[in-house]
């Protein structure tokens, strides 16, 4: 049973279609495998019978004659995807409990695809971290090394990935949220163009920023869901209004003549000799699969990471201020009036990293450093995207390590934000031109932990990105490399 | 630029967030650290540049003003921490 458990979405749709196995029988191998590995804390809530009744449902959708590629695969949503069935609480204390009285789009496209919901995945509190070490509900461990993060804040959706307790799983990413614990466990990441995914439902954190993608095993899996996941929504109101299109179509384009940026902001001091000897070497290989590299040049990336802890900051500060109380989440036992009740509430129900962008956010946005702090950083946002427009008149794909190092080990980082911000170096800036983006595995480092290549396209370049992935898969078998006891 | 422990009461305030006496040196130290960080964007010239508020340049739409949701008072106030016939309750806040 354990290579049904290892199989990816798209070989789980073939094995559905031949009759080889069933929804129901999926379900129940991997929820055996979940109560298995509880110790990693992945899962927040998984209600079994909830899930047998969605897996029995695709299995009479396909008796029925329905035939769709993913009808009764598993997948697993982060915790930030407001859901019906199971809680939905960011992993935060403040929405302890909270059951929602709708299903974010993003869920419930894939649940129109007949897609079958594990349960919900432990993250870092509203999305916040790099090192899912912000959740109100503890750690998630790495499976690669238990001593390790998973990365964050898509910790949990990393995690499962990694273990095979689920093929896929839905993640979001603010500045970095889905590529960096992609690279941590040795998984594939994937960030589509900003406004490509319904925001709908997910729960707001930076609004121009949040992005939802995937965790899976390959850049293929990614396509095949990215299929059903996508398209425009109008409850969205930044949603683009965007044809559909088939995510598979350019999977087997060759890359013979692709021109691969690579910008020398990303080689830089602070990158770890190890994650650079693996992205050298993936480079290496793309060149002998036909690719020439070019030098490219994003000079103002490096002010990625001030720009992004501005911008982000304000956009939660604003969107955070609906938990007062009052309509829904924590409400203090007991208060004066009504301003004390919501400070008495919010500072119950917030934790530390919450808290800190929240003040940043709000400091920033007050009367007398608006333009200093937000304006100022919109500018420069501006600038950074502008250098990715230049970049890709230069080249097809752009190619950089995701992060510095290897997964760090827990409590590393915890007593100096700015240390842990800095994890976030080589995301940020894509996040902020709102470029597709991805992490395949490419290699280990340091103490047999996995490292990750980034690929970054155009706005819109999704399908092409993911093209230029797999055949870097196709030709290396990094990313089928398992943890072990998984 | 530093923050001072004035400034951190003041924001908390603002932002609706207690912070204890003991804790307020601790974050200030943290925001400060922050926002020395922050600072080095102060050093690119950004005359004549406009802000960019959404990655793709888009406009916010408009959708046509009529009735799209149903009635779902009950089930939208099932998670209410008080409530009563349908109302939210809070302290008194007229007297």
Known sequence: MSELAHA????????????????????????????????LNAFLDVRPEVTLAQARAADERRARGEDGALLGVPIAHKDIFVTRDWASTASSRILQGYMSPFDATVVENLARAGMVCLGKL???????????????????????????????????????????????????????????????TGITGTKPTYGRPSRWGMIAFASSLDTAGLMTQSAEDCALVFNE???????DSTSLDAPREDFTRHLDDPVNGLRIGVPKEFFGEGLKPDVERAVRSALAEYEKLGARLVDISLPNAELGIPVYYVVAPAEASSNLARFDGVRYGHRAASYDDLIDMMKKSRSEGFGPEPKRRILIGTYVLSHGYYDAYFIKAMQVRRLIAEDFRRAFGQCDVIASPVTTSVAFGFGEKTTDPVAMYLADLYTVPGSLAGVPSMSIPCGFGERGRPVGLQLMADHMQEARMLGVAHRYQRATDWHCRLPEGF | MALTEDDVTRIAH???????????????????????????????????????A??????????????????????????????????????????
Not at chain 1, 30 to 38: G, N, P, S
Not at chain 1, 129 to 135: A, F, K, L, Y
Not at chain 2, 57 to 85: C, H, I, S, W
């Open chain 1, 229 to 235: 996941m996508l398209g425009f929504d109008p409850k």
């Open chain 2, 54 to 95: 959404h990655p793709l340049g888009g406009q916010q739409r408009l959708r046509e003003d009529r009735v799209t949701e149903t009635d779902a008072r009950e089930r939208n106030m099932r998670n209410a921490p008080l409530a009563e016939d349908g109302l939210f309750l809070v302290p008194r806040v007229v007297e």
């Open chain 1, 122 to 184: 432990n993250c870092d509190e509203f999305a916040m971290g790099s090192s899912n070490e912000n959740s109100a509900y503890g750690n998630v461990l790495n499976p690669w090394d238990k001593a390790a993060v998973p990365g964050g804040s898509s910790g949990g959706s990393s995690a499962v990935v990694a273990a095979r307790l689920a093929p896929v799983a839905t993640a979001t990413d603010t500045g970095g949220s889905i590529r960096e614990p992609a690279a941590f």
């Open chain 2, 14 to 52: 603002l932002a609706r967030i207690e912070i204890s006496a003991a804790d307020r040196r601790a974050m200030l130290a943290q925001l400060n650290d922050i926002f020395a960080m922050i600072e080095k964007m102060q050093r690119i010239d950004t005359t004549g540049v406009a802000p960019m």
């Open chain 1, 8 to 39: 990816g979405v798209a070989e789980l749709g073939r094995l559905l279609r031949q009759r080889r196995v069933s929804a129901v029988e999926l379900a129940r191998l991997q929820l055996a495998r979940i109560e298995r590995h509880r110790d």
